[in-house]
């Protein structure tokens, strides 16, 4: 892996991954709303940026040119496919053998085996509904990015984060095939964390084609249910 490109690099989980990124020795290229390209200022002369929308496709198609790895937030601003739009363009202009990295919520189902408390399903609803309601985000749009990348043969990664929080590094979070499973109980991860996981990933061959829910490796349930492997994860 040489050179890699993140998608949403001004926001806070890719600020860290453009810091986790740099410190593995890889070319970074960033791309970020104009208007946020400042927020980048503390890596001026050490990434590319490419100021533009994540889901403007010839913004997309200049960026990924020769990269290696493609990490990606995932968010579903507005009511204009943000997600499904940004999704399609890495997928369709990313060089054919690149590791793609998408971030997402738990919100994001798999398949059957993924199973949420009602209070989950409750929050998400009410969520979705209001911010629909004022045309803020569309969570629907999420789905559909994610249901094209499982059905798309790149080298995908979705990771699917907990509730986040600042701090210090706590380590390489543990993950789970499915959401439901008792090691991601806690459902907290830190935020440098979620990202050094998104960046990792680029090299672990053992998740292309995998969706892993994350969860910090210092809590609670990842403390108390944690098989001891060498990739982290719990079944
Ligand atoms: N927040 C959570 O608790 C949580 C929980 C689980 C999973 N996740 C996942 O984690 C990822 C990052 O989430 P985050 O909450 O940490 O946010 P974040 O990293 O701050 O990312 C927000 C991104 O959205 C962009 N953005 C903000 N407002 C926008 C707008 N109106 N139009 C277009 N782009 C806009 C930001 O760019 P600018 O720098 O230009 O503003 C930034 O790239 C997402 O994939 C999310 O689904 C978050």
Redesign the pocket.
């Known amino acids: 892996m040489k050179k890699v490109c993140i998608i ?1 690099a ?5 600020l860290y991954m453009v810091q986790h990124a740099l410190d593995r020795g890889y070319d970074v290229v960033g791309v ?2 104009e ?2 390209v400042r ?1 980048l200022d503390a890596f001026k002369g050490r990434i590319t940026i490419i100021p533009g ?2 889901n403007d496709r010839n913004i997309i198609k200049e960026a990924v040119k020769g990269c290696d790895g493609v990490l990606t ?3 579903p ?2 009511v204009q496919q ?1 997600s499904s739009g940004t999704a399609q363009a890495v997928m369709d202009f990313a060089e054919p053998d690149a590791r793609l990295i998408f ?4 919100h994001i189902r798999r398949d059957e085996q993924d199973v949420y408390s009602w209070k989950f399903k409750a929050l998400v609803k009410i969520f979705g509904s209001i911010a629909r309601l004022f045309r803020l985000v569309e969570l629907d749009d ?1 789905v559909e990015a994610c249901r094209r990348i499982f059905a798309s043969d790149t080298k995908w990664t979705v990771v699917r ?4 929080e600042e701090g210090g590094s706590q380590g390489l979070p543990v993950w789970s095939r499915h959401v439901g499973n008792p090691v991601l109980e806690s459902n907290l991860t830190r ?1 440098i964390d ?1 990202a050094l996981f998104m960046v990792a990933a680029l090299e672990n061959d053992a998740l292309i084609h995998e969706a892993p829910a994350i969860v910090g490796c210092q809590t609670p349930s990842a403390i108390a249910h944690t098989v001891k492997n060498s990739d982290n994860t719990s079944p």
């Open positions: 949403g001004s926001g806070k989980l890719g970020c709303r208007k946020s927020k929308m994540t937030v995932l968010v601003w507005g943000y971030s997402c919520g738990w999420q984060g907990s509730d986040l935020r979620f």
